[in-house]
Nanobody, 126 residues
Framework: QLQLVESGGGLVQPGGSLTLSCAAS????????IGWFRRAPGKEREGISIISTSDTNTWYADSVKGRFTISRDNAKNTVYLQMNNLKFEDTAVYYCARGNVNLGSIPVSVDQYDYWGQGTQVTVSS
């Protein structure tokens, strides 16, 4: 059964750090890009980071650039999102999704993602 499972969310103070994991099962991660998205209360879903099948081809939203780092460990079939210097406005449910595009490409449209995880809550609060 094809599945994406996010973990690592939680409650953190402003300035703190969290690392989210996106564990894939039922398919080989090597051949797919993975995107991280988030939805804050009352806001639209936002794409925040994407990693292609090539570790060197990544994308970040301006809102997280310089603070978040995406990486992948194909041996563990897992993608990570290291989040540093967290801010109140980072509070959201974070989702990972599988991008079905050509090898090495960055899927820029939501339509290019075919499987989504259930999400993990990140709350930044003092």
């Amino acid at each position: 059964q094809l599945q994406l499972v996010e973990s690592g969310g939680g409650l953190v103070q402003p300035g703190g750090s969290l690392t989210l994991s996106c564990a894939a099962s039922g398919f080989t991660l090597d051949y797919y890009a993975i995107g991280w998205f988030r939805r804050a209360p009352g806001k639209e879903r936002e794409g925040i980071s994407i990693i292609s099948t090539s570790d060197t081809n990544t994308w970040y939203a301006d809102s997280v650039k310089g603070r978040f780092t995406i990486s992948r460990d194909n041996a563990k079939n897992t993608v990570y999102l290291q989040m540093n210097n967290l801010k109140f406005e980072d509070t959201a449910v974070y989702y990972c999704a599988r991008g079905n595009v050509n090898l090495g490409s960055i899927p820029v449209s939501v339509d290019q993602y075919d499987y989504w995880g259930q999400g993990t809550q990140v709350t930044v609060s003092s």
